[in-house]
């Protein structure tokens, strides 16, 4: 087991080191990129059944580094991918936070009882209030097709010493909501957590649910159960978040980008005394879309469209742009107050039965990754965030994120001391790139031969033998 979990993580390296398109990272500069693949803790789900847990102090790389990117997605007990219609991904998301040392938590109640003098969120730049959307990563169904990668030179920075405070560790906390689908009755009704389905009429804290409230997060908790066909039965299935992170170590070298996170629900409305900080934000996470009347599908299609203006209250460049949306999403963008288009972020729909391509699941969100430097935020500037939905039917619990990375700075000007001095190591750059040439050869060779061990290995065991446990 242990030989093919190394000899499995070696060929992930490989391929990630020559698949890479950061590909400085692999010719010659030492601060390469590193990769590494967890699970989290196993959840079990039969039909219709709900996991909404939250685990805390999960394995992620330490040490003072610069995220890359940020992968993941539901696998069996042996390894397989497991698909939408079977259990669907609500969503998953990545906190950061401090804890005193020698303090545990293993879950939200644990964590509930614990003070600020114990428990310290270590939340991403902004813009949401205190408690809404703090997480570094998060998506949902379409995480298998989105892109997540930070080009070089930047890195999302963590595990800085200076940034940790006395006395305190930082750890990573990993939220997983999961419904099991299979022999539903409705199965878009169950994923968007219709109310009626699960039988729901209080929260999870037994509070009375208000009467208009008709699906979304609130009925669709951990050990909810939506309905399932009469006399339909499977079994209970054993799951995990099987995710894959890629770093690099911090150094001169890295430029910092931080992460912010707009919801289209937001309720922050400019003030005389506004500053745009994180208390005038509601952000309410989701929301719901009303079906639109038939005449209206000839006027406009029924589209809902969102639109929210908000104040910048930090500046710099945007590295990276991706927006988070439901099914029956038609994409999301960020524009300028004067209608200038910064990003905008597509779901891409599956139409088959396979894995990554299931029929009206999103099944991946496109990316905007603008030149370095050309796109620039400034302080105080007022951005338009966009959200459209499908009005055709109603939906309930659905949601309209958009995540951008940022840069202080731009990317360093070619005509440096710099460039000066790297023509003269031309030299020297050739032959390491001969050399990290000869060095992927004998990667290539020990795949294979690690690929045909195994090979003669399983084919001398009986069955098959999951390779990740
Ligand atoms: C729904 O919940 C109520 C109590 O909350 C229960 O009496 C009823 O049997 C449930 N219905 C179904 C179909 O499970
Ligand atoms: C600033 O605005 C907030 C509302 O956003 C209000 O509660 C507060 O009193 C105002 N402060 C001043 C000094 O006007
Ligand atoms: C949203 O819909 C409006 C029309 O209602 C359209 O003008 C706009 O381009 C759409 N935006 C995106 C990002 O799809």
């Given at each position: 087991?242990?030989?093919?979990?190394?000899?499995?993580?070696?060929?992930?390296?490989?391929?990630?080191m020559l698949s890479s398109p950061h590909s400085q990272a692999f010719?010659?500069?030492?601060?390469?990129?590193?990769?590494?693949?967890?699970?989290?803790?196993?959840?079990?789900?039969?039909?219709?059944?709900?996991?909404?847990?939250?685990?805390?102090?999960?394995?992620?790389?330490?040490?003072?580094?610069?995220?890359?990117?940020?992968?993941?997605?539901?696998?069996?007990?042996?390894?397989?991918?497991?698909?939408?219609?079977?259990?669907?991904?609500?969503?998953?998301?990545?906190?950061?936070?401090?804890?005193?040392?020698?303090?545990?938590?293993?879950?939200?109640?644990?964590?509930?009882?614990?003070t600020s003098s114990d428990y310290i969120s270590a939340r991403n730049?902004?813009?949401?209030?205190?408690?809404?959307?703090?997480?570094?990563?998060?998506?949902?169904?379409?995480?298998?097709?989105?892109?997540?990668?930070?080009?070089?030179?930047?890195?999302?920075?963590?595990?800085?010493?200076?940034?940790?405070?006395?006395?305190?560790?930082?750890?990573?906390?990993?939220?997983?909501?999961?419904?099991?689908?299979?022999?539903?009755?409705?199965?878009?009704?169950?994923?968007?957590?219709?109310?009626?389905?699960?039988?729901?009429?209080?929260?999870?804290?037994?509070r009375p649910l208000r009467p208009d409230y008709k699906g979304g997060?609130?009925?669709?908790?951990?050990?909810?159960?939506?309905?399932?066909?009469?006399?339909?039965?499977?079994?209970?299935?054993?799951?995990?978040?099987?995710?894959?992170?890629?770093?690099?170590?911090?150094?001169?070298?890295?430029?910092?980008?931080?992460?912010?996170?707009?919801?289209?629900?937001?309720?922050?409305?400019?003030?005389?005394?506004?500053?745009?900080?994180?208390?005038?934000?509601?952000?309410?996470?989701?929301?719901?879309?009303?079906?639109?009347?038939?005449?209206?599908?000839?006027?406009?299609?029924?589209?809902?469209?969102?639109?929210?203006?908000?104040?910048?209250?930090?500046?710099?460049?945007?590295?990276?742009?991706?927006?988070?949306?439901?099914?029956?999403?038609?994409?999301?963008?960020?524009?300028?107050?004067?209608?200038?288009?910064?990003?905008?972020?597509?779901?891409?729909?599956?139409?088959?039965?396979?894995?990554?391509?299931?029929?009206?699941?999103?099944?991946?969100?496109?990316?905007?990754?603008?030149?370095?430097?050309?796109?620039?935020?400034?302080?105080?500037?007022?951005?338009?965030?966009?959200?459209?939905?499908?009005?055709?039917?109603?939906?309930?619990?659905?949601?309209?994120?958009?995540?951008?990375?940022?840069?202080?700075?731009?990317?360093?000007?070619?005509?440096?001391?710099?460039?000066?001095?790297?023509?003269?190591?031309?030299?020297?750059?050739?032959?390491?790139?001969?050399?990290?040439?000869?060095?992927?050869?004998?990667?290539?060779?020990?795949?294979?031969?690690?690929?045909?061990?195994?090979?003669?290995?399983?084919?001398?065991?009986?069955?098959?033998?999951?390779?990740?446990?």
């Open positions: 087991m242990k030989s093919y979990k190394r000899g499995w993580l070696l060929l992930v390296g490989i391929l990630v010719w010659g500069n030492e601060n390469k990129i590193k990769t590494a693949v967890f699970l989290s803790p196993k959840f079990v789900l039969g039909p219709g059944s709900v996991e909404n847990r939250f685990y805390y102090n999960i394995d992620f790389p330490k040490g003072h580094i610069a995220l890359k990117s940020f992968n993941a997605e539901v696998i069996d007990e042996a390894g397989n991918p497991v698909p939408l219609h079977e259990t669907y991904l609500h969503h998953w998301v990545v906190a950061r936070y401090f804890l005193r040392k020698g303090v545990e938590v293993s879950d939200l109640n644990d964590r509930k009882k614990l730049s902004g813009i949401c209030q205190r408690d809404a959307l703090g997480q570094y990563y998060g998506l949902g169904s379409e995480t298998r097709k989105t892109a997540t990668h930070v080009p070089d030179p930047y890195g999302i920075e963590v595990g800085n010493p200076a940034e940790i405070p006395d006395g305190f560790e930082e750890k990573w906390l990993l939220n997983v909501h999961a419904i099991d689908t299979r022999g539903v009755e409705d199965k878009l009704g169950c994923t968007e957590c219709k109310c009626d389905l699960y039988n729901v009429t209080e929260d999870e804290y037994g997060l609130l009925c669709c908790y951990d050990h909810t159960q939506c309905r399932v066909k009469q006399g339909f039965e499977d079994v209970r299935r054993n799951l995990y978040l099987r995710y894959t992170v890629k770093w690099v170590d911090m150094d001169t070298s890295v430029v910092p980008v931080k992460v912010y996170i707009f919801d289209i629900t937001d309720g922050w409305k400019r003030s005389s005394n506004s500053t745009g900080m994180n208390s005038e934000h509601s952000c309410k996470v989701e929301y719901e879309i009303e079906p639109c009347r038939a005449t209206e599908l000839a006027d406009n299609g029924c589209i809902d469209t969102r639109r929210i203006s908000l104040d910048m209250p930090f500046g710099g460049y945007v590295i990276y742009g991706v927006a988070h949306q439901h099914a029956g999403g038609s994409g999301s963008a960020l524009y300028r107050e004067d209608g200038q288009l910064l990003c905008s972020s597509i779901p891409a729909y599956g139409d088959g039965e396979e894995v990554g391509n299931e029929a009206g699941y999103i099944v991946g969100m496109t990316t905007c990754y603008p030149q370095p430097g050309t796109v620039k935020i400034s302080k105080g500037e007022t951005l338009i965030l966009e959200s459209n939905y499908s009005s055709i039917r109603h939906h309930t619990g659905v949601m309209g994120l958009f995540y951008i990375l940022v840069a202080d700075e731009p990317p360093k000007p070619m005509n440096t001391l710099y460039t000066l001095v790297q023509s003269q190591t031309q030299d020297s750059i050739i032959l390491l790139t001969i050399l990290w040439a000869g060095v992927a050869l004998m990667g290539i060779v020990t795949v294979i031969a690690v690929a045909i061990r195994y090979k003669l290995k399983r084919e001398r065991e009986d069955g098959y033998e999951a390779i990740m446990m």
